[in-house]
């Protein structure tokens, strides 16, 4: 039995829900992916095969069987449809029985799912266009803060004082960048990442979110040079690095400030 605001329910049934609600997230969020940057409707029109035109019916949209069973190809035409697809589903699924399974039923679980289900989003988005969406950032900004207000995920406080200080370092970041480089390393994607981060985090972890980031990014740029690897001219958008610091900060940020500040207390 797992306990719920409505009083315990039967393990299978929650996990089954779980399954069900992860995989239809997952279907939204490639929605999401293929949608957003291209400034397309989320809603209209339904899909359809990007070939033949061919729409696809709410039986073959199924999250992850329906792929199976149309084994990866347009019923139309043939032409293959990406795993991106399913990969996606099955991701969010499991993702969302993570949640339930660490959190239970509640607004916690389904608060963190969205946001690990917006970040595999955003980071695919980010890679291919360079773009972190406001339509994602914004909205989980919300569902951070409702949170914290309204759930106590974190003191309220914290979370609205994460906000500014997310919004603020990486807005300093995008001037600094400006004026000093004469380029555009960071955009205003990556400073309402920052809002969103903070909100989550609260301020301690959202600012060491920044270092953990960087900290990867030349991790990253490091391994590239040693194995030789080909990186004049190839740059790598830093929302991947960003949302993969978000989740380490989530799980470790107060204890790994909390080792920091032991550190220099003796
Ligand atoms: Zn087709």
Known sequence: MVESPWGPLPGWLVFTFALILGGSLGSFANV???RLPEE??????????PKCGRAIKPVENIPVISWILLGGRCKGCGESIS?????????????????????????????????????IALILIDLRHWLLPFAITIP???????????????PWADSLIGMGVGFAIFLVMLLAGKWIFKKEALGGGDVVFGMMAGAFLGWKSVILMMFVASFLGTLLAVIMLISGKEIAGRSV?????LAIALVICLFTGDAMIAW??????H
């Open 140 to 154: 989980l900004t919300v569902v951070g803060l409702a949170g914290a207000i309204l759930f106590g995920m974190r």
């Open 40 to 49: 397309l409707s989320l809603l209209r029109p339904a899909s359809r095969c």
């Open 260 to 265: 920091y500040i032991n550190m220099f207390a």
């Open 32 to 34: 999401l992916i293929y």
């Open 83 to 119: 795993i991106q697809y399913p990969l996606i589903e099955a991701a969010s699924a499991i993702i969302i029985m993570f949640c339930v399974f660490k959190w239970g039923v509640t607004y916690q679980a389904l608060a963190y799912g969205l946001l690990f289900i917006g970040l």
């Open 237 to 241: 958008p830093f929302g991947p690095f």
